[in-house]
């Protein structure tokens, strides 16, 4: 059972004053160490890089080498790219990689509101500096990996399935993110499986980017812009609504869940009663 959001402020207050555990392992990142906040703000530039480097270089290495690159490795490779990054930075800054699941985050109320400008710069910088480097490599071809839309596909169509797409894929992340403590980075499963099963149905409509920076960094370096506010606002829909369907599945927010939010997966042990500490 989730705790109360009065539980999880004062599990929040009880971290901020005890400060970091001298018995944990140097690595070990906490919410509150603001001096680490740049290893997490590299982490999600260095992971949304690896994602954009994935989802817009398959499509362009498919033009650069003349159709070697199918489509259904087009939508598994970015799903693939996802699943190895959540298992080796996670557990740092949370894996956010995406400017919807950030703002999802902090309206569910698992992340802080005064960190969500840092991690979605990260992630534009990340996004660019990807979209750069396949520009540099292969030229300006196949549009640089944009998603754009499919033939005869309007951008309120575009809208729709954005929404819906990340409608799934954020709470899928919500909902792994609330059991972090049972399903650990398992989590990285089930959020690769749906981008993959996400991409295979509807890659053709929209190019399934559920992702605003995922989108935006093609979009800046190759020059085409067709579309471009569908693919920010789908995806900011589909979370905001992910978020409401979190709060009917699950209620308040669980600590667990902000530990996963913000890159601490570690247990935690709940505050013990007057009579747990009085026990023999």
Request: charge should be negative.
């Given at each position: 059972m989730n705790p109360s959001s009065d539980d999880l402020a004062v599990h929040q207050a009880s971290v901020l004053a005890r400060g970091p555990r001298s018995s944990e392992p140097p690595w070990v990142l906490?919410?509150?160490?603001?001096?680490?906040?740049?290893?997490?703000?590299?982490?999600?530039?260095?992971?949304?890089?690896?994602?954009?480097?994935?989802?817009?270089?398959?499509p362009v290495v498919d033009a650069y080498s003349h159709g070697q690159v199918p489509i259904d490795a087009q939508v598994v490779a970015p799903a693939l790219m996802v699943m190895g990054i959540i298992y080796f930075m996670g557990m740092v800054s949370g894996a956010h990689l995406n400017p919807a699941v950030t703002l999802s985050f902090a309206t569910r109320g698992n992340f802080p509101w005064n960190r969500v400008p840092g991690y979605i710069g990260a992630q534009i910088v990340g996004a660019v500096v990807a979209s750069l480097l396949l520009r540099g490599l292969f030229g300006n071809i196949a549009h640089l990996g944009a998603t754009l839309p499919g033939a005869g596909v309007s951008s309120g169509k575009v809208v729709i399935v954005e929404a819906l797409l990340t409608l799934g894929l954020v709470s899928v992340i919500l909902g792994t993110a609330s059991g972090a403590?049972?399903?650990?980075?398992?989590?990285?499963?089930?959020?690769?499986?749906?981008?993959?099963?996400?991409?295979?149905?509807?890659?053709?409509?929209?190019?399934a980017s559920m992702n605003p920076v995922r989108s935006f960094g093609p979009q800046l370096v190759?020059?085409?812009?067709?579309?471009?506010?569908?693919?920010?606002?789908?995806?900011?829909?589909?979370?905001a609504l992910a978020v409401g369907v979190a709060w009917i599945l699950r209620g308040p927010p669980s600590v667990a869940a902000s530990e996963a939010a913000q890159g601490a997966l570690e247990p935690v042990t709940p505050p013990s009663t007057p009579e747990e500490n009085h026990a023999p």
């Open positions: 906490h919410p509150h160490e603001l001096r680490d906040e740049w290893r997490r703000l590299f982490s999600e530039f260095f992971g949304t890089f690896l994602l954009v480097i994935a989802a817009a270089g398959a403590r049972n399903v650990g980075a398992n989590a990285a499963l089930a959020v690769g499986g749906y981008i993959a099963l996400a991409g295979l149905w509807a890659a053709p409509v929209t190019g190759g020059g085409d812009w067709t579309s471009w506010w569908a693919y920010v606002v789908g995806p900011l829909i589909g979370g």
